[in-house]
Nanobody, 126 residues
Framework: QVQLVESGGGLVQAGGSLRLSCAAS????????IGWFRQAPGKEREFVAAIQWRGDSAYYADSVKGRFTISRDNAKNTAYLQMNSLKPEDTAVYYC???????????????????WGQGTQVTVSS
């Protein structure tokens, strides 16, 4: 199995930027599809972005499209989520997730991913 550790969260003002990292260990990173999800207080966890094995295909939630960019460096066993133009509504715990299979149109579903990190807090102040 693969272990995932997120980092890079913190407190930022609205309009600012953060870059989250998801470091993987345990198995060949390039064999895994990576997804980012987030959970705000009192809300269900929601899909943010996903990227396929080679990084040539990426998918985004409408709420972050144009502001967030998902990427990966397979040589470093790390995936990233660059977040620009942050809004207070982006405040949440952000999780990365991994799976060895691509679920096609199910890429936004939590159930597609077998492995999860512990999350990193992102707080955007107004």
């Amino acid at each position: 199995q693969v272990q995932l550790v997120e980092s890079g969260g913190g407190l930022v003002q609205a309009g600012g930027s953060l870059r989250l990292s998801c470091a993987a260990s345990g198995r060949t990173f390039s064999n895994y599809v990576i997804g980012w999800f987030r959970q705000a207080p009192g809300k269900e966890r929601e899909f943010v972005a996903a990227i396929q094995w080679r990084g040539d295909s990426a998918y985004y939630a409408d709420s972050v499209k144009g502001r967030f960019t998902i990427s990966r460096d397979n040589a470093k066993n790390t995936a990233y989520l660059q977040m620009n133009s942050l809004k207070p509504e982006d405040t949440a715990v952000y999780y990365c997730a991994a799976d060895s299979a691509w679920g096609g149109s199910d890429y936004y579903k939590e159930g597609m991913y077998d492995y999860w990190g512990q999350g990193t807090q992102v707080t955007v102040s107004s």
